[in-house]
């Protein structure tokens, strides 16, 4: 039995969940098709989903393919859940990308393509909705050409398009040996003289066309109705023709990746996992994280649509697994994946404060938040003790009604929340040094610190280094410095995360062990990880002063298509809202922009879009990268450390004493 893990991935509302329940339907696992307005679809099982009628996390259900068992991962499409299929992508052996015939590639279409390209999975195109009024066939393909890729074969026609009796007929292996010889043979040099030669059976070419595929160098393209079914069966014939099955290698060693969390009925932990190699058994130990261990005290495998308790879960399979309460999302355990560590998409760019409408829930809010953080790292809650305030990180406005209706309907917690905000970074200027000597005033500690920060490549995150030697002290006391300055970084002068930067200790000395007379150990004169630990903020922010940091804000890449006409009152919105376009471009009676705009403008662009251009202007965009905020308008974020920028406030707290 062959494995193939698929994800089902699209723009929203492209029918990427209707075409799941027809694959379902079409392959036996359901005996009716459910509907995605009714709230009735198999993949979509929270409550929200239903009522809103989207995805919002990814679900997991299994059939059969003749030989081959497949386990469909039905993905998120809104872009506010773009983490959630970040996640999944990490697991995939292939996917179908799903776009409307009506509407056509979108902006999300084209952030997923780039990503299934760049990780090189091989990716089968639907184009869903032939039945609707206003499907497109030639255009679209052309459209996924110039906007997604060139490396295309149509696999059929379309007859009756815009009707319900539109329907898909594949090509006869005469009318496709031209486009598929064009396209294949620009990655098969043999094929290549073949062609010239005029001498490429029918048989050689399929199977050039199913290893290209496997290899993600073309992408045939399908046409069809989830709601009608049409095309579906020719889809379904694709998947088991021209998507490689799983590598299996059942009896290697243990390596697997999580990739979603969820709580059971009674509060547990669940932990979704995709096996790449070995078998895991239940009553097993893995470890995961920095140590960590965990004992796998059940498992469930997805079968035939149906979850089956098992004893084992082995290489290619998906398994739920219970009994690991510390594991998180992207753990991977035994010999590590493939894309461990590895972020596909940008992290989110916005955040709010989430406000408990009864003073007296703020504990309970935290922990619902928290546990929802488990589900969700890139939510990242900051707490402040301060203001009592826990804040939440966003990639867009849906996300809140999501995160109110689960704290709702699963916590009992009515919440609100504050504006949004954009999320900034702070990156070193200039080089800077700072040191605390042991016994030496205004040095409270029993340690001795000094750290050089010096601005490193962007994109390159954090770097600690040591300049002293690693026997000069207890290494706890180096993992307590460390540690240390990465908690400190999260919060530079201007009080956001300080990033792209090199850490480097230089100077180092702690007081040893000691005792009166006939007592025992006494913390009051020897050096602890707590010193250390109390002493590398005030050194790291000292240095991060005299280095000077530098407020980045985040900037979205945008394409701008709106009638010609209209542009004259378009040029100016946008030079007021800080957009700068790089590129004109004249399409019939219509003009395409592209350029940068900052991320805390886009919101107001979309908004005020639609009266500039009568309706008609498309607006799609990503985050880009992040760019120096201009001078004298800085944006400060409130603290929620013990400010060690104020060494009597942080000596106040920390130590409940005031240096000097």
Known sequence: MHMLNLGILAHVDAGKTSLTERLLHSVGIIDEVGSVDAGSTRTDSLALERQRGITIKSAVVSFAIDDTTVNLIDTPGHPDFIAEVERVLGVLDGAVLVVSAVEGVQAQTRVLMRTLQRLRIPT????????????????????????????????????????RDAGFTPFAAARLRTPLLDVLAAHDDELLAAYVEGGVPDERLRSALARQTGQALVHPVFFGSAITGAGVPDLIAGIKELLPAAECDAGGPVSGTVFKVERGPEGEKVAYARMFSGTLRTRDRIPFRDGEEGKVTAISVFDRGAEVRGTSVAAGRIGKLWGLGDIRIGDTFGVPAKTEGEHLFAPPTLETVVVAARPGDRGALHLALTQLAEQDPLINLRRDEVRQEISVSLYGEVQKEVIQATLADEFGLDVTFEETTTICIERPEGTGSAVEFNGKDPNPFLATVGLRVDPAPVGSGVEFRLEVELGSMPYAFFKAIEDSVRDTLRQGIHGWQVTDCTVTVTHSGYSPRQSHAHQGFDKSMSSTGADFRGVTPLVLMAALRRAGSRVHEPMHRFRLETPGDTLAAVLPVLARLRAVPQTTETRGEASVLEGRIPAAQVHELEQLLPGLTRGEGELEGAFDHYAPVARGVVPHRPRTDHNPLDRKEYLLNVTRRVGS
Request: net charge positive; glycine share 8%; proline share 5%.
């Open 124 to 163: 089968l195109v639907f184009v869903n909705k032939i039945d609707r009024r206003g499907a497109r066939y030639e255009e679209l393909l052309e459209s996924i050409s110039a906007r997604l890729t060139p490396a295309i074969v149509p696999m059929g026609e379309v007859a009756l398009r815009g009707t």
